[in-house]
């Protein structure tokens, strides 16, 4: 899916994680000014309260201004839980009602799950698969090709678990897997990849030792687990004030040379370099937080 589908989410530098349980925070979230928000039926509510938390989505969605729900995604249980089926059933209802973009699809590991997830949320419905298993990994070319796919996101910790991986930090070991993720994404026309969580969202240096490990190996996104976070990713991710001046810089001369290879400050300024610099101004178009 191309940016133009849905620009507000494929541009959408941050998402950030609400408990499906917990209605009172979801017109909260929201307000934090992240680019998506994921209200999450998986990890983050009990196995005795996935049902309740389900009818609770139901009235909470229904009293959230209608401008606000192009930034809701839902994430669902994976494939082969006990909750997974329901759970298919009600993104499909608060899709075909606008109360929703789309759903988040842990645990994703086959192209048949997110045909079949596509065809419950209807033709305008967004899927976000979460890479979290070596499985994932395997399949990431065919998951980011499968109908209605905005975005790759990677689950680093699930697939730390799944891998037996004991990561330092900076996660040196993960490199060869977001870089596969970012080609994936690529290859299948998708915008970049959505990073994993940073789990301490009290160290605000990890935070941004993390964004900014994201944005060099070519995220365009971060998941977030609390609203304090959200702000500084967001700014992380975007583009400096030096590269904007650059950038625009780059266009003026390029329309003056009539659309021409130019040279600027004793470089060649030919077709990838105009494009870096129209991807740059195009993310500097998204509200700040």
């Given at each position: 899916?191309?940016?133009?589908?849905?620009?507000?989410?494929?541009?959408?530098?941050?998402?950030?994680?609400?408990?499906?349980?917990r209605p009172e925070r979801h017109a909260r979230a929201l307000a934090t000014g992240a680019g998506g928000v994921i209200v999450d039926l998986e990890d983050a509510v009990a196995p005795d309260r996935k049902v309740a938390a389900r009818e609770q989505l139901r009235?909470?969605?229904?009293?959230?201004p209608a401008a606000e729900r192009g930034r809701l995604l839902v994430r669902i249980n994976a494939h082969g839980t006990p909750w997974h089926d329901d759970d298919r059933a009600l993104v499909g209802e608060l899709a075909a009602e606008g109360l929703?973009?789309?759903?988040?699809?842990?645990?994703?590991?086959?192209?048949?799950?997110?045909?079949?997830?596509?065809?419950?949320?209807?033709?305008?419905?967004?899927?976000?698969?979460?890479?979290?298993?070596?499985?994932?990994?395997?399949?990431?070319?065919?998951?980011?090709?499968?109908?209605?796919?905005?975005?790759?996101?990677?689950?680093?910790?699930?697939?730390?678990?799944?891998?037996?991986?004991?990561?330092?930090?900076?996660?040196?070991?993960?490199?060869?897997?977001?870089?596969?993720?970012?080609?994936?994404?690529?290859?299948?026309?998708?915008?970049?990849?959505?990073?994993?969580?940073?789990?301490?969202?009290?160290?605000?240096?990890?935070?941004?030792?993390?964004?900014?490990?994201?944005?060099?190996?070519?995220?365009?996104?971060k998941l977030c687990i609390h609203p304090d976070q959200v702000a500084p990713v967001h700014a992380a991710l975007g583009p400096s004030t030096d590269e904007l001046a650059w950038a625009r810089r780059v266009m003026d001369a390029t329309r003056t040379a009539g659309g021409g290879v130019v040279s600027l400050d004793g470089r060649m300024v030919d077709a990838p370099v105009v494009r870096l610099a129209e991807r740059l101004l195009a993310l500097d178009t998204q509200t700040v937080p």
């Open positions: 899916m191309s940016t133009a589908a849905n620009p507000p989410l494929a541009l959408a530098r941050t998402f950030l994680f609400v408990p499906a349980d009235s909470s969605f229904a009293a959230l929703i973009a789309g759903a988040v699809l842990p645990k994703a590991e086959r192209a048949a799950d997110l045909h079949q997830l596509a065809a419950d949320i209807g033709p305008k419905g967004l899927l976000v698969p979460l890479i979290e298993s070596a499985a994932g990994l395997e399949a990431a070319a065919e998951l980011a090709a499968a109908p209605q796919v905005l975005r790759l996101a990677f689950g680093n910790l699930d697939f730390q678990a799944d891998l037996g991986l004991a990561c330092d930090a900076d996660e040196a070991e993960l490199v060869p897997v977001r870089l596969a993720l970012v080609l994936a994404s690529r290859r299948a026309g998708l915008a970049a990849p959505i990073d994993g969580v940073t789990p301490d969202w009290r160290d605000a240096p990890r935070l941004a030792a993390d964004t900014a490990r994201a944005r060099r190996g070519g995220f365009g996104a």
